[in-house]
């Protein structure tokens, strides 16, 4: 009888998506190797194949969240259009990852905002993996209105950087609400709004 053929990457996969379903139940303290063997319904010293320790674990599960927060924002620039529409389509195409069907990834955001706050010493990956994706983000919308500043879009006399820390802001605070009070917050209805007071307080005039 041939031994069977492993799936090394589906069985990581397995081994992943195990991790991330605990972590974002129990949080990362409280979940233990043994645990996300038990979930994934393999021996704990599998679990050590495919990865060193948990924080490795917690790293990855971080880049499978940033690759689920991708919402085709680069599609979206390329667009032959006004910094106002491109910036008005990539508010609301947040509605997309605020959904009843990514709560267990929002929760896992609270998380990951945690073990950053817990140390900022170079061991902390999480800490300087955060502090490297919200540059990103900011980068993201203070180059958006860079280009309306220069198309007429926006107003020549606001600081880019500063709105889009605010933005973010805006956007991170109603999804802190949201999993809160998903009967009274509606992320997707609300986002129209945040749309419009940001267009209305940015544009050129």
Same mark, same amino acid.
Request: hydrophobic share 45%.
């Given at each position: ?9 589906? *069985? *990581?996969?397995?081994?992943? /998506?195990?991790?991330? $379903? ?7 303290? =409280?979940? $233990?190797i043994n645990d996300? +063997? ?10 050590? !194949?495919?990865?060193?320790? =948990? ?6 599960? #971080?880049? @499978? ?12 620039? !390329? ?14 195409? #947040? ?12 929760? /896992? /955001?609270?998380? @990951? ?5 817990? +140390?900022?010493? $170079? =061991? ?7 502090? =490297? @994706? ?40 109603? /999804?802190v609400q949201w999993?809160?009070?998903? !009967? ?11 749309? $419009? ?9």
């Amino acid at each position: 009888m041939s031994a069977k053929i492993v799936d090394k990457v589906e *069985k *990581k996969s397995q081994i992943m /998506m195990a991790a991330i $379903t605990l972590f974002a139940q129990k949080g990362f303290e =409280k979940t $233990t190797i043994n645990d996300i +063997s038990k979930e994934a319904g393999i021996g704990k010293g599998t679990v050590y !194949e495919y990865f060193q320790n =948990k924080e490795e674990m917690i790293n990855e599960s #971080f880049h @499978f969240f940033l690759s689920h927060m991708e919402l085709g924002h680069e599609a979206i620039l !390329e667009q032959d259009t006004m910094a106002s529409d491109k910036m008005k389509r990539i508010l609301l195409s #947040f509605a997309n990852i605020v959904t009843p069907e990514t709560e267990g990834l929002m929760n /896992m /955001m609270f998380q @990951f905002w945690g073990e950053a706050m817990r +140390s900022q010493d $170079t =061991k902390n990956i999480i800490f300087h993996e955060m502090k =490297k @994706f919200y540059s990103q983000y900011r980068s993201l919308f203070a180059d958006l209105i860079v280009l309306g500043m220069r198309d007429g879009s926006f107003r020549k006399n606001i600081n880019p950087e500063h709105i889009a820390s605010i933005v973010i802001g805006l956007l991170d605070g109603l /999804m802190v609400q949201w999993l809160l009070d998903r !009967e009274l917050i509606r992320y997707d209805e609300i986002l129209n709004s945040v749309a $419009t007071m940001v267009l209305e307080g940015i544009v050129g005039r």
